[in-house]
């Protein structure tokens, strides 16, 4: 059997000796999955990854409401309020209700 081998590679261990450093790789690749997907990360186990973590509150009140609130209270007129309420309906995409844009 040496004979046959030493034909084709000289006597060396020839190209297969690249297999057994694969096969650890993938093996390595292989456990340090496994372990990400059981829990072993931070936050415990069974922990569902939800993305970064939203920067405002879902129950926070929308500029447009704040605005409509402060016209209510008195803290700002009607042209301010108007002035103001363009650009915000500028700037959230919403334009004018009812109207032709």
Do not use: C, N, Q
């Not at 700002?76 to 700037?91: A, G, K, T």
Request: proline letters at 9%.
């Amino acid at each position: 059997m040496f004979a046959l081998a030493e034909r084709w590679t000289g006597g060396g261990p020839g190209p297969w000796i690249l297999f057994v450093p694969v096969l650890w790789a993938l093996a390595v690749f292989g456990v340090v999955t496994l372990l990400r997907r059981t829990g072993l990360r931070p936050g415990g186990p069974g922990r569902a990854f939800r993305g970064p973590r939203a920067t405002a509150r879902a129950d926070a009140p929308t500029p447009i409401a704040v605005l409509g609130r402060r016209f209510a209270a008195g803290e700002i007129d009607e042209e301010e309020y108007w002035r103001r309420l363009s650009v915000l309906e500028e700037h959230f995409g919403t334009g004018p209700k009812g109207g032709t844009a």
